[in-house]
């Protein structure tokens, strides 16, 4: 019960913070906080298994919030024609709140 609560926890957080935000863009952002490095747009298509229009469009969005403080920088990646994400520190701030929040959880054990 404490898992599931934890996860409800962790999408309200989300929520409060960033009313619009999506699944893609949840998949991305974590993906992009999962590398020391920035992660090539091309990499999180692939990682992430969704279209490289759609990569770019969750980044942008990440890149660009309305709702709140940005939690991506994109920049051009070692080869100069591919971009890619890297948390910025308000990043960097939700995600370890999340991981806060899903550490705290009861492993539900069969």
């Known amino acids: 019960m404490r898992r599931r609560n934890a996860m409800l926890e962790a999408l309200e957080l989300l929520r409060e913070a960033y009313p619009a935000f999506t699944v893609s863009q949840l998949i991305a952002l974590l993906h992009i906080a999962d590398e020391q490095t920035p992660l090539p747009i091309p990499d999180l298509s692939r990682r992430a298994d969704m279209s490289s229009n759609l990569a770019w469009k969750a980044v942008r969005i990440l890149a660009q919030s309305d709702d709140g403080p940005d939690l991506v920088r994109v920049r051009r ?15 960097q701030r939700l995600c370890a709140a999340l991981d806060d929040i899903i550490t705290e959880a009861v492993t539900i054990t069969p």
Do not use: F, Q
Not at 77 to 91: F, K, N, Y
């Open 77 to 91: 990646w070692a080869m100069r024609t591919i971009v890619a994400g890297e948390l910025t520190p308000s990043g």
